[in-house]
């Protein structure tokens, strides 16, 4: 394994000690207002480029953690033949599989060196992986593999924030000018989304419709939402 895979092993294993295990649940009246948004703003995105019968689209996730990703696109009517997913953490890899369909490829491994035909996928998807990576090398190698895998027509689909954290020191933000800088010759069409963590959290314990009220303001919103598209 490269340094950078080591790394990001240590990083993602102290990120899970004492962590809630309902952080992320969709009890939640935060997190359920999240899901909401970036799934409208996801199929206006799809809507706009085309796509509105996903059965036939081939679609790889990058990072795929323990599958919940997947299981969306399954909902939204991908077909389990057509998608794959590849994650670097066995635990989260077992998970999945035990979720998934068995005929989703679902694999363990470094992205940077997973073995996809050039030029075989519609879609490329990443979820919160680039801003775990801190080597800008390996951002790099990563983006140009994942690049070579689309066909022309095809996009990158990314969900990722753009701020760094001053009390985590184990991700950084990707801003819409690293984005472009790792796919230069891309058409990227992007939206702002998600209503900043800390301040949504506090306002949905008092009422979640505060989200809605709040999140009216563009400069709140902490991610981008993107449709990387190769000419």
């Not at 991908?78 to 989260?92: C, I, N, T, Y």
């Not at 933000?173 to 010759?185: C, D, K, N, Q, Y």
């Not at 306002?203 to 902490?222: D, E, G, K």
Request: hydrophobic residues 40%.
């Amino acid at each position: 394994m490269t340094p950078e895979i080591d790394h990001l092993i240590e990083r993602y294993a102290r990120r899970t000690v004492d962590i809630d295990p309902n952080l992320y649940s969709l009890f939640k009246p935060v997190n359920l207002c999240m899901y909401q948004e970036r799934h409208r703003v996801l199929f206006d995105l799809f809507s706009r480029h085309g796509l509105t019968d996903p059965s036939n689209v081939r679609l790889l996730e990058v990072g795929a953690g323990s599958g919940n990703n997947l299981l969306e696109f399954l909902r939204m009517g991908f077909r389990p033949q057509h998608l794959s997913g590849v994650e670097l953490l066995a635990d989260r890899v077992s998970v999945a599989k035990s979720l998934l369909p068995y005929s989703l490829k679902f694999t363990q491994g470094d992205a940077s060196i997973h073995n996809v035909t050039p030029s075989s996928l519609d879609i490329v998807y990443q979820s919160l992986v680039f801003s775990s990576i801190l080597d800008d090398s390996f951002q790099l190698k990563l983006a140009q593999r994942m690049w070579n895998w689309l066909r022309p027509g095809g996009a990158i689909l990314w969900y990722d924030f753009t701020y760094n954290n001053p009390y985590n020191q184990d991700v950084r933000g990707v801003p819409l000018s690293r984005i472009a800088a790792l796919f230069p010759s891309a058409r990227i069409d992007h939206r702002r989304v998600t209503l900043a963590p800390p301040l949504s959290r506090a306002l949905c314990r008092f009422h979640p419709s505060l989200y809605t009220v709040f999140n009216y303001f563009t400069f709140l919103r902490t991610h981008l939402l993107c449709w990387i598209e190769k000419p």
